[in-house]
């Protein structure tokens, strides 16, 4: 149980074009989602915290306007990377927080999705 | 946040046992130590989680100290297919870092044969 499922796994684009990334929550309810973005032989690094039906919270120097996420079910939230450059190239992951679980699981990660800039 | 530190690499036979260490001195009395490990390209995967208590689960043990200022990832008998880099964060627990896991570095664990 407690799957997300992340998609697409990889994507190319044009540098200048927008690019959506989707997260799905497939057997629980997911009132909130994390994404992070990693660079080559780096850590995870936090972007933002995703709630449905609210806006996201973006983390310090993660700019808001090029990177769009909505959370409008209990099941999908989006990142949309806007007007993408050559430097936005990275892994995207998301995660889901899994509803009263701290005790026993609490969060599920996303396979990621590589995203190539061209 | 309490911030973790790890060793960068570590190398283990396979079928022994792997002793991840972790330290985290500034943890606070109600935040979670989580572990999760990465295989290349791929998102992380849950291993185990814990406050206060030693917890086992089928793949792993983790070891708290009594202070919590440290823990113990085990895995009991490694194998090929344990290789991956491992992290140990602490889940934050207040303010705006309530519910969020912040990645540190991480552990990379060799198994090799």
Known sequence: GAVVSQHP???ICKSGTSVKIECRSLDFQATTMFWYRQFPKKSLMLMATSNEGSKATYEQGVEKD???INHASLTLSTLTVTSAHPEDSSFYICSARVPG???TYGY???SGTRLTVV | ???TTQPPSMDC????AANLPCNHSTISGNEYVYWYRQIHSQGPQYIIHGLKNNETNEMASLIITEDRKSSTLILPHATL???AVYYCIVRGAGGT???KLTFGQGTILTVHP
């Open chain 1, 9 to 11: 796994s990889r994507v």
């Open chain 1, 101 to 103: 679980s701290f005790k």
């Open chain 1, 108 to 110: 599920t990660f996303g």
């Open chain 2, 13 to 16: 036979a396979e079928g022994r």
């Open chain 2, 81 to 83: 297919r344990d290789t």
């Open chain 1, 66 to 68: 090029k990177f769009l």
């Open chain 2, 1 to 3: 946040d309490a911030k």
């Open chain 2, 97 to 99: 870092s309530y519910g």
